[in-house]
């Protein structure tokens, strides 16, 4: 259609946005240097503040539009979604202010890995054992500060057809949070047949990052859906906060939230 940029012209001047966003937000950073000196709570939420206008910005950018549905819950939370991309992690980000706990090799993502880490987020090394203990440790302090923190206890990412299995040993941290844990969903879909949301938006499997974060910038628009549960789940046992958990996410998800399975 006449107007519209080539797919790959679209790509350079979004990634020419990102970068420019990327730097913005760099010299916002120093605001926080005034609010240490006031409290590590007004640190943080500034921090969460400052990474949700952004995450709007890199969204706007990308041309992915957040649908919400459900109340998401307030701070201090300790939420459980399913996990699909690293837009995830955007699209939370401009919804609630948040912090994430994330396996260790995201701190090396071209783009958005340097943001992640400087954000504030949580690392995970589950190569270990006893990368566990640390970890949680860590979510009980952000819990403690009055801050919300995001797990993704299915241990990686999917195309987003189904609910992996959880993993019961992060459910630990739900302790720090008065034994309750909310819930929510996410999902995307896009207007091109061609360029199907489970290949093109989802990153999973060994789908390598640069080549597939270049198709998705070339995406026109991107639809993302994100489904929050209604009451917390409760209990003291990590392994049946999993599985209540695991079924749940899997009602809304099925109930609504889950995308159209390709076409074969």
């Not at 609630?96 to 943001?115: I, R, T």
């Not at 952000?142 to 299915?154: D, H, M, N, S």
């Not at 628009?221 to 409760?234: D, N, S, T």
């Amino acid at each position: 259609m006449a107007g519209r940029p080539v797919p790959a012209l679209r790509a350079a001047l979004r990634l020419v946005a990102v970068a420019l966003s990327i730097l913005l937000l760099a010299v916002t950073w120093l605001l926080r240097v005034p609010a240490r000196l006031i409290s590590a709570r007004a640190a943080a939420r500034l921090r969460a503040r400052q990474m949700r206008a952004w995450a709007r910005i890199v969204l706007a950018i990308l041309g992915v539009r957040v649908t919400r549905e459900g109340r998401p819950p307030a701070a201090p939370f300790l939420l459980v979604s399913n996990h699909l991309s690293y837009l995830d992690v955007l699209v939370y980000w401009s919804q609630v202010e948040c912090s994430f706990l994330s396996k260790a090799e995201v701190k090396d993502w071209p783009v958005l890995g340097w943001a992640i880490r400087a954000a504030g987020t949580l690392f995970i090394d589950r190569s270990r054992r006893a990368g566990v203990g640390p970890a949680l440790e860590s979510v009980r302090a952000r819990l403690a500060l009055g801050e919300g923190v995001i797990l993704f206890p299915e241990g990686t990412s999917s195309a987003g057809l189904s609910i992996l299995p959880l993993r019961p040993s992060l459910f630990a941290a739900a302790e720090a949070a008065g034994g309750r844990v909310h819930v929510a969903v996410i999902s995307y879909a896009t207007e091109d047949p061609a360029a199907p949301a489970h290949l093109r938006v989802a990153w999973w499997g060994d789908m390598e990052f640069s080549g597939h974060f270049w198709r998705l910038l070339q995406i026109r628009r991107i639809e993302a859906r994100v489904r929050f549960g209604g009451a917390p789940l409760a209990g003291s046992d990590r392994k049946q906060l999993a599985r209540a958990a695991q079924a749940e996410l899997e009602r809304i998800f099925y109930n609504g939230a889950a995308p159209a399975p390709p076409a074969p």
